[in-house]
C-alpha cells in the first residue's frame, strides 16, 4: 500500500518536506533546552556520549571515596581527642611527683602523704589506659598499638609466691623478656639507728639503751620501736614502748627510785617482744627530770635494723642486682612490709613479702646474738660455739641460752663488791651445765649446744651477781669480818650473836660507834645506806646488845652483840664494822640467741612474650579509586605499660627519693613517647586531609569535563528556536500559498 495516497504537488510536497524538517529540529533544539544537554544519548553521539559517562563514572567514585576518607580523619581526630586527655593526665602525675618531692622527710606524716600520693598516681595511670581504650572510632582504635603484651609466666609467678612469706609476685612496665633471680638472705639480726639511740637518750633522759635480738621466724616485724614517756618532774615515771601492734608499759614509782638510788644502782626497763626484739635501757630519775624545757616528757621513735634483703637479679642486665634491706635506712632502699618493687630497664617486678615468715626462705650462717638482760654485763663480747649449729630449712633450730650463777656469802669480797667465785649454770638445747669460775675470762660449757657441742663464754663476775643466788650472811659469816677502828671497844670482847632482815642483792657494812660516859654507854649502828639504830648500855663486862634498824633500806632488819672480857673505859669513844649480805635473788637476766644456719628458698621469675602483635587497629585509607594509592596510618600503643608509653605503677609507696626519681624518669620519657605518637598521628592527618581536599578538587575537574562533552550552549540553543519557529511559521504560510492555487480551481466550480 502507498505511503501517501493522496497525490501532492511538487511544492506542497517541497514546503511540507521543509516543514517536518523543521519540526525535527525544533524538538531537538526544545529536548536540549530542557535537559542542558546537547548529548542525551548514544544516538546523539556515540564518542562524547560515553566519554561522558566514564568520567562522571570516576566523579560518583571519588565522590564516594571521599566519604570514606572523611570517616577515616575522624578516625584520627578521635585518636588525637584520646592524646590530649591522655597528656592532661600526665600533666596531673606530674603534681604529684612535685608534691611527693616537696615531702621528703622521714616523719610518718610524711611517709604517710608520699604513700597516699602514690596511690594516687596509680589510679592516674589507670584513668590513661582507660582513656586509650575508650578513643576507638567505628571499630578502630588508633591509641592501643599491635596489641603485643609481654609478662610474667604463670609457672614462674607460682614458683615464686611458693617461697616462705612472698606472695603477689608479678611484674609490671616489661619492655623485653627477662629473668629475675628472687632471694632472700639475712640472718634476721636487730639492731638499731645509732642517731635515733642518742635521740631518744638525750631527748628522754634515759641512759644505755640497747636494741637487739633475731627476728622471729613466725612472727617477725619491721616496725620502728617508739618510747613513751609521761610523768613529771619529781613525779613516777611511767615507759611506754611501742613495736607494731604490741604496746608493754612499766611504771617507777619515786619509792624505788629512792631504794635503787640509796644503794647505787639505777632502774631498768627490759623486754623482749614476741618479734624476737629486746629492748634495754636504764631509768635514773635525777638525769630525766634534769632533761632541759622538756623534762624529758613526750615520745622518741627508734628506728629499727634488721638484717634480711630481699633481692633481684636479672640475666639481661648480665647480673644486675636490685636488694630491698632491712639494714638501710629510712628512704634509702629499706625492705618494707608489703610490696616491694625493684626497677630493671627490662622491667619491674614487685613481690609482697610478710614480714613475720620471710625469714624462713632466707639464706643465712649459723649466728650468735650478744648478751641481752639487765645483767648482760656478765658475758663479755659475744659466744662462741665450736662448730657451726646444724643447718635447717624453714623454721631453722634457734635456741635462747640462759645464764644463771650460785654463791656463797663467806666467798663476797667487800672491796670489789661481788662473789671471789661462782657456780655458773649455762641452760642450752642439750640440758644445763655448771662450771665453777674464781677468775674473769673465757669459760667452756661443755656439750651443752645443739649436736652436744661446746659453749665458750667470756664471763666477767662483777656482771654474774645480777644473776646469782646466794643465801645472806649468817652471824658466824658476819664475826669474821668485824673489825675495830679503835677506841673503847677492841674486836676481841665483841661477838655476833643474830643478823636478820638486811635487805636482797645488797652488801652492807655495819659501823657500830660507841661513847662511854661515867657510868654508861651508848651504841649507835648505822647501815651505810641511811638506816640507824641507837641501844643504851653500861661500862659492864657483860651485856647483850641488839638492834633495830629504822630507815633506808634495811629498816626492821635485826643485829645482835655480846660483849664481853673487859668492862668499857669511861668517857671513851671507839667503833666496829662489820659486813653482811643480804639474800641474793638473781634479779636480773643475762640471756643470748643463737639462730641456726638456714638453706634459704630461691625462685626465677621469667618473663616473655604472651600476646601476639596485629595490625587490626592499624588504619588504611584509600586515596584513589582503583586503590592503587593508599596511605596506613598505624596504631601508637599510648598505654602505660611496657610497649607504650612505660610508665610504671609508683614503686615502694615512694618510701625513697629513688622511688620518687624512677617515677619522674618513666614520666619524662613518657611524654616524649606521646610527642612522638601525636606527631606521627598529626603528620597522616595532614596528609589525609590534603588528600581530601584534592580529591574534593578532582571531582570537580571531572565534572566539569564531563559536562564540556554534553551539555547545550543555551544561548546557541535558545538562538536556533527562534530560527526553528521563524521557519516553521514560513513553511506553514509557504503551504497555505501552496494550496491557494487548488482553493482557485475549486471556486470555478
Not at 511540507?16 to 526544545?30: A, E, H, S, V, Y
Request: hydrophobic share 40%; proline share 1%; charged share 15%.
Amino acid at each position: 500500500m502507498a505511503t501517501n495516497d493522496i497525490q501532492l504537488t511538487a511544492g506542497i510536497r517541497s514546503n511540507l518536506l521543509l516543514l517536518q524538517q523543521t519540526t525535527t529540529k525544533l524538538d531537538r533544539t526544545q529536548q536540549r533546552l530542557a535537559t542542558g544537554n546537547k548529548i542525551n544519548s548514544a544516538l546523539d553521539g556515540a564518542v562524547a556520549y560515553f566519554a561522558s559517562k566514564g568520567l562522571n563514572r570516576r566523579a560518583d567514585d571519588l565522590s564516594t571515596l571521599k566519604d570514606s576518607i572523611g570517616q577515616s580523619i575522624s578516625t584520627i581526630k578521635a585518636a588525637d581527642t584520646g592524646v590530649s586527655a591522655i597528656e592532661s593526665f600526665i600533666d596531673r602525675a606530674q603534681g604529684f611527683i612535685t608534691t611527693a618531692y616537696s615531702n621528703l622527710n622521714d616523719d610518718q606524716a610524711s611517709i604517710d602523704l608520699r604513700a597516699s600520693l602514690a596511690e594516687q598516681f596509680n589510679s592516674l595511670l589507670r584513668q590513661i589506659d582507660k582513656a586509650a581504650q575508650d578513643s576507638a572510632y567505628q571499630g578502630k582504635n588508633l591509641l592501643l598499638g599491635s596489641g603485643l603484651r609481654l609478662d610474667a609466666t604463670s609457672s614462674s609467678k607460682t614458683a615464686t609466691n611458693a617461697l616462705t612469706g612472698v606472695s603477689n609476685t608479678r611484674v609490671t612496665n616489661v619492655k623485653s623478656a627477662d629473668d629475675y633471680v628472687i632471694s632472700i638472705e639475712g640472718d634476721g639480726a636487730i639492731s638499731a639507728n645509732a642517731s635515733d639511740v642518742a635521740n631518744a637518750e638525750r631527748d628522754r633522759g634515759i641512759q644505755n639503751l640497747q636494741i637487739g635480738g633475731f627476728q622471729s621466724l613466725t612472727n617477725g616485724n619491721l616496725d620502728p620501736l617508739s618510747i613513751r614517756y609521761t610523768g613529771g618532774k619529781g613525779k613516777a615515771k611511767t615507759f611506754t614502748v611501742t613495736e607494731g601492734g604490741v604496746t608493754v608499759t612499766k611504771t617507777y614509782t619515786l619509792d624505788q627510785w629512792a631504794v635503787a638510788k640509796s644503794t647505787g644502782k639505777m632502774l631498768a626497763f627490759d623486754h623482749k617482744f614476741a618479734s624476737g626484739t629486746n629492748i634495754h635501757f636504764d631509768i635514773d630519775f635525777d638525769e630525766i627530770d634534769n632533761v632541759p624545757d622538756t623534762y624529758g616528757l613526750g615520745t622518741s621513735v627508734v628506728e629499727k635494723l634488721t638484717n634480711v634483703a630481699v633481692a633481684a637479679t636479672n640475666f639481661n642486665g648480665v647480673g644486675q642486682e636490685i636488694s630491698r634491706d632491712g639494714m638501710n635506712l629510712d628512704g634509702q632502699q629499706k625492705l618494707a612490709n608489703g610490696e616491694n618493687s625493684f626497677g630493671f630497664d627490662s622491667g619491674t617486678p614487685r613481690v609482697t613479702i610478710d614480714e613475720r615468715t620471710i625469714l624462713q626462705a632466707s639464706k643465712y650462717s649459723a649466728a650468735v646474738g650478744l648478751s641481752y638482760g639487765n645483767a648482760s654485763g656478765a658475758i663479755s663480747g659475744a659466744p662462741s660455739i665450736a662448730t657451726t649449729p646444724a643447718v635447717s630449712t624453714g623454721i631453722a633450730n634457734d635456741f635462747t641460752y640462759t645464764l644463771q650463777a650460785s654463791a656463797s656469802a663467806a666467798n663476797f669480797d667487800f672491796v670489789t663488791g661481788r662473789f671471789t667465785g661462782y657456780d655458773v649454770t649455762l641452760n642450752g638445747p642439750a640440758g644445763l651445765v655448771t662450771v665453777s669460775i674464781t677468775a674473769d675470762g673465757a669459760t667452756t660449757f661443755p656439750a651443752v649446744a645443739d649436736n652436744n657441742q661446746d659453749v665458750t663464754l667470756d664471763l666477767r663476775r662483777v656482771g654474774l651477781i645480777g644473776v646469782a643466788t646466794a643465801v645472806a650472811s649468817s652471824a658466824g659469816d658476819v664475826e669474821a669480818t668485824k673489825r675495830s677502828l679503835g677506841g673503847a671497844l677492841p674486836a676481841s670482847n665483841v661477838s655476833v650473836t643474830a643478823i636478820s632482815g638486811f635487805a636482797d642483792n645488797l652488801a652492807h657494812t655495819l659501823t657500830v660507834n660507841v661513847k662511854t660516859g661515867v657510868s654508861d654507854s651508848t651504841f649507835v649502828l648505822s647501815d651505810g645506806f641511811g638506816g640507824t639504830a641507837t641501844v643504851t648500855g653500861t661500862l659492864d663486862s657483860a651485856q647483850a646488845l641488839s638492834f633495830t634498824i629504822v630507815g633506808g633500806v634495811n629498816s626492821g632488819a635485826t643485829f645482835s652483840l655480846n660483849i664481853g672480857g673487859t668492862p668499857l673505859t669511861p668517857e671513851s669513844e671507839g667503833a666496829l664494822t662489820f659486813n653482811a649480805i643480804g639474800n641474793f635473788t638473781a634479779p636480773d637476766q643475762c640471756l643470748f640467741d643463737v639462730r641456726a644456719a638456714n638453706v634459704g628458698e630461691s625462685a626465677t621469675l621469667k618473663t616473655e612474650q604472651v600476646t601476639d602483635g596485629t595490625d587490626q587497629n592499624n588504619l588504611t585509607v584509600q586515596l584513589n579509586e582503583t586503590n592503587t594509592t593508599q596511605i596506613t596510618v598505624v596504631s601508637q600503643n599510648v598505654q602505660t605499660d611496657g610497649q607504650g608509653l612505660a610508665i610504671d605503677f609508683a614503686q615502694n609507696g615512694w618510701r625513697d627519693r629513688a622511688d620518687i626519681d624512677f617515677a619522674a624518669k618513666t614520666l619524662a620519657e613518657a611524654k616524649l613517647r606521646l610527642q612522638s605518637a601525636a606527631s606521627s598521628l598529626n603528620s597522616n592527618l595532614d596528609i589525609i586531609t590534603v588528600r581530601q581536599n584534592y580529591t574534593v578538587e578532582f571531582i570537580n575537574v571531572l565534572a566539569e569535563g564531563s559536562n564540556q562533552l554534553v551539555q547545550a550552549d543555551q544561548n546557541e540553543e535558545g538562538a536556533n528556536m527562534l530560527q526553528l519557529q521563524t521557519r516553521q511559521q514560513l513553511g506553514t504560510i509557504s503551504l497555505s500559498l501552496a494550496n491557494q492555487a487548488q482553493q482557485a480551481i475549486l471556486r470555478l466550480f
